[in-house]
């Protein structure tokens, strides 16, 4: 959506995420690729995009979880 909006040529993303569970903590490791007529400039403002979104928010953050029984 971004690209479009940007009239950028992105072809294709690629994803790879691992989940590593180690010493009391949960890393994810993940790998990502665009395919297309970017230039680096591009690419970075590609991965500032992808870490600003909700998710990425959200696991990065400490996490709280608050549970009542009713």
């Not at 180690?22 to 590609?46: C, S």
Request: glycine residues 2%; contains cysteine; negative net charge.
């Amino acid at each position: 959506m971004y690209c479009a909006h940007k009239e950028w040529e992105l072809t294709n993303v690629h994803i790879e995420i691992e989940l590593i569970e180690e010493e009391g903590k949960t890393i994810f490791n993940r790998k990502l690729q665009f395919e297309g007529n970017l230039d680096d400039k591009q690419k970075d403002r590609l991965l500032s995009v992808a870490n600003a979104c909700p998710v990425h928010k959200i696991l990065t953050h400490n996490i709280v979880v608050e549970t009542a029984l009713l």
